[in-house]
T-cell receptor, first 115, second 108 residues
Framework: DTAVSQTPKYLVTQMGNDKSIKCEQNLGHDTMYWYKQDSKKFLKIMFSYNNKELIINETVPNRFSPKSPDKAHLNLHINSLELGDSAVYFC??????????????FGPGTRLLVL | GQSLEQPSEVTAVEGAIVQINCTYQTSGFYGLSWYQQHDGGAPTFLSYNALDGLEETGRFSSFLSRSDSYGYLLLQELQMKDSASYFCAVLQGGKLIFGQGTELSVKP
């Protein structure tokens, strides 16, 4: 029983293309996230949704557009892909509690390579 | 702003004890978390300290000193499978801010 799943696991595409990554969690969590991990393993948050509402939007190019059709799903669409978008993208979920730490559960990651 | 600092890499031998340090600067603090990530894998939660002191979970322990803005992850009886990257993280503005990660290599 996979808690947080992402598709696809690997994505190789040409510069300028548009691609989407899908994420689903079956943990019943209210909050979902997208992270980008670069080649130096630096893990940085991109977006966060709580009950389908965008609550965190870091300084991310507007070529990246998240969409949450329901609280169990958070997709990421990327337009006009650039070489610098090559990275591993992780989806995560948590049951957020105000001003307290919560455990985040990460999906397996999507390895994006832009050629 | 916020920042976390941890060593970039640590090497140890099987059976040994290793300590991975993390210092942080945040405006507002709700605790320090640790995550483990194997090569090609996803980050997985290891531990969380909200209060000063030591939290133990099997071979892993985590320590926090809020007055020193410092914490560490202690791994005992190292095994080859402990070779991974370890990240400390703090909650800031509703989002987890991760350190740069410490790559632990366990040698036979």
């Amino acid at each position: 029983d996979t808690a947080v799943s992402q598709t696809p696991k690997y994505l190789v595409t040409q510069m300028g293309n548009d691609k989407s990554i899908k994420c689903e969690q079956n943990l019943g969590h209210d909050t979902m996230y997208w992270y980008k991990q670069d080649s130096k393993k630096f893990l940085k948050i991109m977006f966060s949704y709580n009950n389908k509402e965008l609550i965190i939007n870091e300084t991310v190019p507007n070529r990246f557009s998240p969409k949450s059709p329901d609280k169990a799903h958070l997709n990421l669409h990327i337009n006009s892909l650039e070489l610098g978008d090559s990275a591993v993208y992780f989806c995560a979920s948590s049951q957020i509690l105000p001003n307290s730490q919560e455990t985040q559960y990460f999906g397996p990651g999507t390895r994006l390579l832009v050629l | 702003g916020q920042s976390l600092e941890q060593p970039s890499e640590v090497t140890a031998v099987e059976g040994a004890i290793v300590q991975i340090n993390c210092t942080y600067q945040t405006s507002g603090f709700y605790g320090l978390s640790w995550y483990q990530q194997h090569d090609g894998g996803a980050p997985t939660f290891l531990s969380y300290n909200a209060l000063d002191g030591l939290e133990e979970t099997g071979r892993f322990s985590s320590f926090l000193s809020r007055s020193d803005s410092y914490g560490y992850l202690l791994l005992q009886e190292l095994q080859m499978k402990d070779s991974a990257s370890y990240f400390c993280a703090v909650l800031q503005g509703g989002k987890l801010i991760f350190g740069q990660g410490t790559e632990l290599s366990v040698k036979p």
